[in-house]
Nanobody
């Protein structure tokens, strides 16, 4: 059974850090581009970051560039999203997703999704 499981969310103060994990089971992440998306209440799901399967190229939304870092550990079949200098506007449910095509910010291009993990940035 193909499954993605996110973890690492929580409550953090503005300026703090969190590291999200996306662990895969039932398939090997090596052959997939993995994206992180987020959805805040009342807003559409937006692409945050993506890492390609071929050469490990990374992509970031302008809103998180310089603060978030995506990485993958193929040996652990896991992708990470390191989030630093968090802001209240980063509050959302964060999802990881897999696609066999190249990275994009379009959620419709991703066929497998995790259940999401809540990130709340508040003082």
């Amino acid at each position: 059974q193909v499954q993605l499981v996110e973890s690492g969310g929580g409550l953090v103060q503005p300026g703090g850090s969190l590291r999200l994990s996306c662990a895969a089971s039932g398939f090997t992440l090596d052959y997939y581009a993995i994206g992180w998306f987020r959805q805040a209440p009342g807003k559409e799901r937006e692409g945050v970051s993506c890492i390609s399967s071929s050469d490990g190229s990374t992509y970031y939304a302008d809103s998180v560039k310089g603060r978030f870092t995506i990485s993958r550990d193929n040996a652990k079949n896991t992708v990470y999203l390191q989030m630093n200098s968090l802001k209240p506007e980063d509050t959302a449910v964060y999802y990881c997703a897999a696609t066999v095509i190249r990275c994009s910010g379009l959620a419709t291009n991703f066929g497998s999704w995790g259940q999401g993990t809540q990130v709340t940035v508040s003082s």
